[in-house]
């Protein structure tokens, strides 16, 4: 036994604290401000722009190095702000929740923050209070601990002194002191949150998806650097243009895509929270439309908590009236009533009674009662009041009632008190004043069910309609779990018990997993085994939870989800947290999740297309010694010509399902499109480059004739030398190809959103007329910049040309046709034997 402390004075206090022995680290919290942005900042598609950037500031390209660094320093603002301001939500909202402690410091009771506790400090527990730290129960105390949030079993448990007092649990009855032994990090709560902080959040499938393509496209871009620079070299050009050349080939990589993901996302986290989700992780906007698994605890996720008044059942020649009346006034009269008492107040009416005595109840008792002017009343477990009953109970209606998962009670009365005048009705304690049970004659069965959450069962037939699977886990009896699940909707047959799994290898845990849906007396290992072997068997898990115990299922699943009124360490590793410990604000985040996931497929599309194509045309024009197709101006047309109707299109995408065969169907769509595209190009610029050659070649001009011609074009001032053949002929040429590629990518937005069937040679058509729409305000957008100066002449192209026109309006339609039956007669498919038929939707 442990006598009570008189507790630590103010100095010594303060003495342990500096000593490190403080209390603060066992508190839960999101990641810091530092962890943010270092995470944000130094992500792998910021990096890569950090890398370009530095290249092109050591080639003192500093206005293309300023475009790289700006869109990495962008992307990481963007997904930073959006970590922040759910960091400081969640934060005000923990701050709303936190309660003081109360502990003996010189003597006194003073309340402080849980954080300012230190090691040896004696703690007043009360019901209600939360245990912050770990250790024994002090001499005196006696009390009651829900230890739901560390254990799953809602059920409390009796504590005397000596007995361990865990941080996380919650003091639901009795009073007593604790001495605070482990604090901080060594906390019970603490050592969960700093297992749970080693594990790292998953990359989602498209984050992995895209970081292979990128790595891919600079692949394939530096081994075509190295060609065209060697070319270049051998050529004798000049160190200018190299740099050119560099800058060029460096916008190949798809800067816009990377600012479109962050953008996206943060916009998807900004909807996500209207719904009651705050998004911790910005991946996890998309990460949550992969689940096809979800796994919940029971007691604060699928249940509140409380408990509802389900069914009384009168006994022998008693009436329902009389049951429910008594059944009412004894829980309006009792003076510490507990979540059954809670019920049925809910439930009943009750009258005021004169109470002589009171039993409050307590778990090692197992039954609560009052003396009253009225009679003598227990209410009970059934085999607890059984040795005590005049008459036998009807066990089958029990066993029926507590296999449907219910609380079964028993209302008895003293059987002396029918014969007995009002002052002789029985007592409920011996001559010692221990609490003892007269004789006592059942009135009635008292079902009692624990309450759903009111959105649930709507909650698991949105989730069973899009293929999602639920598994429960929970630390409470397995019928119970069961009984409680088939309620809300989910699919249970015989679950199964942690026991069981315990000495499984993976394969019979797989097993065991794959066919059950509820899982009772489930430890915290037990959890965290379950999410593993889901994710063996190739499923994408989300784990809900709200206690302590959940902690290492949460971070250990590819997405983790924690109840706002659920644990600090809970909401610390999760990567949203339901605001409004709403279970129904999931299906609305999946939802968000898949349009942003397919739009940004849609965008994938279109930048790959583009990238390919352009890098093709490079490659061919410049082999075969026609001059260098683009200016580093030129390549910023790209930002308009994809990047602009890629943000559109990611927003406006639908909430599909995701592509399990995305990286296939994309080189099914990529390859055709980007042969075909550059072999157009090249034509298109080929034939412009050869038509000025040709000029000068025939003698049909006169240079003057066609230096003044250039000059109405390009508004530059000419003069006639070497060099004037090779130079008007490239912008010219340049001026085709930047035209065509403009127009041929809004073209390939038809294709990929077609609004008729003319478009619909690679998926079907669709409803929605905005694509179309964007289509055309780009046409005329673009086809302004070709006619007002001051745009043409940034952009390096000439104006109005007649050559230019001639050319590029026969290869756009030409290129369409092609585009058109190699795509609806899947000739790229057939050519590599490839089975997959065209998508549906994209």
């Not at 307590?362 to 227990?378: F, N, P, Q, Y």
């Not at 592509?659 to 550059?678: E, G, K, W």
């Not at 179309?772 to 673009?782: D, E, H, S, W, Y």
């Not at 498919?829 to 939707?841: Q, V």
Request: a negative charge.
């Amino acid at each position: 036994m442990l006598a009570p402390a008189d507790g630590l004075t103010g100095a010594e206090a303060e003495a342990r604290r500096r000593r490190g022995e403080g209390n603060a680290a066992a508190q839960g919290g999101s990641r810091s401000y530092g962890e943010i942005l270092r995470t944000n900042v130094f992500s792998f598609f910021n990096l890569i722009l950090f890398v370009i950037g530095a290249a092109l500031l050591a080639l003192e390209r500093y206005s293309d190095a300023l475009i790289s660094v700006g869109l990495g320093l962008i992307n990481a603002v963007i997904s930073a702000a959006q970590e922040i301001r759910a960091k400081r939500k969640l934060d005000r909202l923990q701050l709303l929740d936190r309660t003081g402690v109360l502990v003996i410091r010189d003597g006194q009771e003073l309340e402080i923050s849980p954080e300012l506790v230190v090691r040896g400090d004696v703690l007043r527990v009360r019901p209600g209070d939360q245990i912050v730290v770990d250790g024994p129960l002090l001499d005196g105390g006696r009390l009651e601990a829900d230890e739901s949030l560390l254990t799953g079993e809602s059920d409390p448990v009796v504590k005397h002194p000596g007995d361990e007092l865990r941080s996380g649990s919650l003091c639901v009855a009795g009073d007593g002191h604790q001495q605070a032994r482990d604090v901080g990090a060594h906390s019970y709560a603490g050592r969960l949150t700093a297992e749970a902080r080693r594990s790292t959040t998953d990359k989602t499938p498209l984050q992995r998806r895209i970081e292979f393509i990128v790595r891919l496209v600079m692949a394939l871009t530096a081994l075509m650097s190295g060609a065209i620079l060697a070319q270049t070299a051998i050529e004798g050009f000049s160190l200018l243009r190299v740099v050119q050349i560099t800058a060029v080939l460096s916008g190949l990589v798809p800067y816009g895509l990377f600012f479109l993901i962050a953008l996206a996302y943060t916009a998807g986290a900004v909807r996500i929270a209207r719904h009651g989700a705050l998004v911790q992780q910005v991946n996890a906007v998309e990460s949550v439309s992969n689940v096809d698994v979800v796994c919940t605890d029971k007691t604060g996720t699928l249940t509140t908590g409380q408990l509802t008044l389900e069914e009384i059942v009168p006994i022998g020649d008693h009436e329902y009236a009389e049951a429910a009346a008594a059944l009412g006034s004894l829980a309006h009269n009792a003076t510490t009533p507990n979540l059954t008492a809670l019920a049925l107040v809910a439930a009943l009416p009750g009258d005021v009674w004169e109470v002589r005595d009171e039993v409050p109840f307590s778990s090692s008792l197992r039954w609560s009662g009052l003396v009253t002017d009225e009679g003598t009343w227990v209410l009970g477990a059934p085999d607890a009041l059984a040795p005590r009953l005049r008459k036998p109970l009807p066990a089958a209606d029990v066993t029926e009632r507590t296999g449907l998962g219910l609380r079964v009670l028993l209302l008895a009365r003293a059987e002396s008190d029918k014969a007995s005048p009002r002052d002789a009705v029985a007592g409920l304690r011996d001559a010692q004043g221990h609490p003892e049970l007269p004789m006592l004659v059942p009135v009635a069965l008292v079902a009692l069910a624990d309450e759903l959450r009111a959105e649930v069962v709507d909650t698991v037939r949105r989730f069973t309609d899009e293929g999602v699977s639920l598994k429960v886990l929970s630390g409470d009896d397995p019928r119970t779990v069961a009984a409680i699940a088939r309620r809300a909707g989910i699919d249970a047959d015989e679950p199964v018990a942690g026991a069981a799994l315990d000495d499984l290898d993976d394969n019979a845990l797989d097993a065991i997993v794959a066919r059950t849906a509820v899982f009772g007396r489930v430890a915290p290992e037990h959890k965290e085994r379950i999410v593993r072997s889901l994710r063996r068997q190739g499923h994408y898990v989300a784990m809900i939870g709200d206690g302590v115990n959940d902690a290492r299922a949460l971070k250990q699943a590819h997405i983790g989800v924690a109840m706002r009124s659920g644990s600090a360490v809970t909401k610390d590793v999760a990567d949203i947290v339901l605001v409004e410990d709403s279970f129904a604000a999931l299906p609305p985040a999946q939802q968000e999740g898949r349009k942003i996931i397919n739009g940004i497929g849609i965008s994938l599309y279109v930048f790959l297309a583009r990238v390919v194509s352009q890098g093709l045309v490079i490659l061919t024009v410049t082999m075969l010694g026609l001059g260098f197709p683009y200016s580093p101006t030129q390549v910023g047309l790209t930002m308009f010509t994809v990047g602009v109707p890629t943000v559109f299109l990611t927003f406006w995408a639908k909430p599909t399902k995701p592509d399990p065969c995305m990286l296939r169907n994309l080189v099914r769509f990529v390859v055709p499109v980007s042969i075909v595209t550059a072999t157009f190009g090249a034509a298109v610029y080929t034939a412009l480059y050869e038509i000025v050659i040709a000029g000068f070649s025939s003698g049909r001009r006169t240079p003057h004739q066609i230096i003044e011609e250039f000059e109405s074009y390009t508004g530059l001032t000419y003069g006639i030398d070497a060099d004037f053949t090779t130079a008007s002929a490239t912008i010219l040429a340049q001026t085709g190809l930047s035209t065509f590629f403009c127009f041929a990518s809004f073209g390939l937005i038809l294709f990929l959103a077609p609004r008729s069937r003319f478009f619909a040679a690679w998926t079907t058509p669709t409803k929605d007329t905005r694509p179309a729409l964007l289509v055309l305000g780009l046409c005329i957008v673009f086809s302004a910049v070709l006619f007002i100066p001051v745009l043409w002449q940034y952009f390096g192209l000439t104006g109005p040309s007649r050559p230019v026109f001639l050319v590029v309006v026969p290869a756009l339609l030409l290129w369409y046709g092609t585009l058109t039956v190699v795509l609806r007669y899947q000739l790229f498919d057939r050519l590599l034997a490839l089975d997959t038929p065209g998508p549906e939707t994209h």
